[in-house]
Structure formats: structure tokens, C-alpha cells
């Protein structure tokens, strides 16, 4: 039958039939699109989480708890160093003599440094100002016979080194041969970029007051007395202190540095690496934060605008530099914990709380009892290598 014979209900017919058909084509068409919608937000969902568990999985992550891998006694939890670590030979360390010596020349300066610390005002006038004397003086400034703002000290006296350069040119070279109780009358004109628009280029004259120049006191065991009574009674025995105190820092220094040098591990423990990982993270990340901040109240600007800015290493690179620096660093702590066992070392409650001390009033609350007791271990041993190394 043709179209054109159709009736009229035929044609109705045949033409609901069609629209139904085409309804279903694209209701399947919606479907599948949907479907396609759903399958590609979850894979892309997948691929986020996937790329935050990887991060995670190949950044260390940083961490303040210092006791977290250690036992109460401050040793390594689970190892035996003797299983990881090429023991150190410690009972036969040489240190040489001219490594931890205290000369003259050193005691020299350390006690000059002392008599500049407690310089005295004098008001002989028989001492002439000669370079590098540090003098008190007052001054009036006037520019065409006005005061200028900043040209006077009010009475209130100021220290000057000559020949430091702090003031004006020829200011200073004015006021050498001069006397406490002088007046100097200082002529000088203002450089034209000078800092003040309204001195630049200007003549001024300064009327300066030399109240006094600075002397050292002399070195005797009067001075001991006063100044180091907690140390010493006269000048003898403070040299003996210097030259002691300073010849066993030096040799803890040495010996520091001669384990940090020498310890060596044939394998370490993952989990051990790991938990050094973190802390050394922690250590860099809170000098960041801390410079950052600090430099921020001062300046209003923080020297570096992100981490990888302050290590200088793309992440990549520092995770590097942080495993290779927890593997010498688990044989450093290695090392320290067999020596202690090896040498009968114990800890007293005196020597802990000596370390704790020395780590600061907030170390408890900061690194742990274990850390701290870590720590104490490592300053038993090094005290035991100072009475027991020779020395040559």
C-alpha cells in the first residue's frame, strides 16, 4: 500500500511508531554518553588520587617527633649496631697536638678582647685622640649659623671611633691630637648626595666637646678579681683557664668530627632511615619558617618565596640529599651507641639533666626524654674518648 492510499488513522500510526523509534535511539545515545561522562570523571578522580598517593609515597614527610625511633634508654629501637656498622677502632685514636693547641697568639687576643670589652672612659687630659681611639664627645651643627635637625646630640654624649668613617668627611681627622675637656671647632661640607636634601652640598660647622677617650684597663689580678672571680684570682690562673677550657673544646671538636668522619655502616635499617628522613626534613623546614619570619618583621619581605627556593634543590634532588644524609647519619648514631656499650658506659640522672640543659629549657617539650637521653649518650662517649685518646 502507498503512502497515498494510507488513511488517515495508517498515517498516525506508522508515524507514532517512527518518533518512538527515534526516542529510543537517542535515550540509548544519552546513555552511552552519560556512561562515557561517569567512566572518564572516575578515571581522572583515580588519576588525583593516584599522583596524591605517589607524592606521598616519594616525599618524605617531615617530623618534630625526635624519640619516635628510639627506646627509653636513648638507644635505637631493634638494632644491634654491630649488625650494620664497621665498629670505629676508638680505644686507639691519635690526635695530634698542634690540632687542639691553645697559642700564645690566641690568649693574646682572647684577653685584649676581654680589656676592650671593659674599656674606661678617662678624662686625662694629658691623652691625645689618635686613629682608632674610640672617643665621647658632644656636638652642636649649624648651617649658616642655624641648627640643623639631627646636627646635635642634646648633651647626651655619643661614642666615636676615628678613622671608622661613620661621620662626614673630615670630621673626624679634625678631632685627632685632641683632649677630654677640648672644644674643637670641626669645619666640614655635606657631599651633594648626601642623604638629607636640605645638607646637600652645604658648609657646616660643628662645635664638638671631647668629654673623654677611651682606655684599656690593665691586665692584673686585680682586674681577675673584679671581672673573672667565677674562673680565676689572678692573671696566672685565668691563662691556665683560657689555654685549658679552650684546648678541651677544641679536642671534643676533634673527636666530633673524627666519628662524624668515621663512621660506616655496611647496611642500615629502613625504617630507621626513614624516621631521619623526617626529622632532618623537620630541622630545615623550621629554619625556614624561622629565617622567613624573622626576616619578615624586620624587612616586610620573606627572603624566599618557597622551600625549594631556601634548599635550593628541585624536590627531586633534595629527597636525594635527605637519604644520603639519614644513611651517614644512622651510622653516626650507630657508631656512638656501640662505643658507648663496648665501653661499659651508664648515665646518671646528673648527666642527663647536664645534656638537657645544655639542649636549652624547652628541650623536653621539643625533642623527648629519649632524644635528650640519645643525646646524653653521645656526650658520655665523647667525655670517655677525652680522658682515654692520646694525644701527640
Known sequence: ??????????????????????????????????NLIIVLVI?????????????????????????????EDGTIKGINPTDYITPLDYKNIVVPQSEIEYTEDE??????????????????????AVEGDTL??????TVDGIEFEGGSTNGAGTDLVLGSGSYVDDFEEQLYGSHPGDFVTVEVTFPEDYTSEDLQGKDAVFEVTVNSIYVLPDFTDEFVTEHLS??????????????????????????????????????VDE???????????????????????????????????????FTGMSNKEFETYLDEQARKRA???????????????????????????????????????RYIMQMTIQDMVISYLMENVTIQ
Open 331 to 369: 651510622a653516626i648514631d650507630m657508631t656512638f651507641q656501640h662505643i658507648f656499650t663496648d665501653a661499659g658506659l651508664s648515665i646518671s640522672d646528673d648527666d642527663y639533666q647536664a645534656t638537657a640543659t645544655a639542649m636549652g629549657s624547652t628541650a623536653f617539650d621539643s625533642y623527648g626524654k
Open 230 to 267: 667565677d674562673v680565676a684570682s689572678t692573671v696566672e690562673e685565668y691563662k691556665e683557664y683560657l689555654k685549658t677550657t679552650n684546648e678541651a673544646s677544641a679536642l671534643q671538636n676533634y673527636l666530633v668530627t673524627y666519628i662524624n668522619e668515621n663512621a660506616s655502616a655496611t647496611s
Open 271 to 309: 625504617g630507621h632511615v626513614k624516621y631521619l628522613k623526617g626529622i632532618i626534613k623537620n630541622d630545615h623546614e623550621t629554619y625556614y619558617n624561622s629565617y622567613n619570619q624573622t626576616m619578615m618583621l624586620y624587612t616586610g619581605t620573606p627572603v624566599y618565596n618557597n622551600f625549594s627556593e
Open 136 to 141: 665621647n664627645i658632644d656636638y652642636v651643627g
Open 1 to 34: 500500500m502507498s503512502e497515498n492510499n494510507m488513511t488517515k488513522s495508517q498515517a498516525k500510526r506508522k508515524a507514532r511508531q517512527e518518533a518512538n523509534q527515534k526516542s529510543k535511539r537517542e535515550a540509548k545515545r544519552t546513555k552511552l554518553t552519560t
Open 43 to 71: 578515571a581522572l578522580f583515580a588519576a588525583g588520587i593516584g599522583s596524591f598517593v605517589y607524592y606521598r609515597m616519594t616525599t618524605t614527610q617531615a617530623s618534630s617527633d625526635y624519640s619516635a625511633y628510639l627506646n
Open 107 to 128: 690568649m693574646t687576643s682572647a684577653i685584649d678582647s676581654l680589656l676592650t670589652s671593659n674599656k674606661i672612659a678617662s678624662t686625662d687630659a694629658t691623652l691625645a
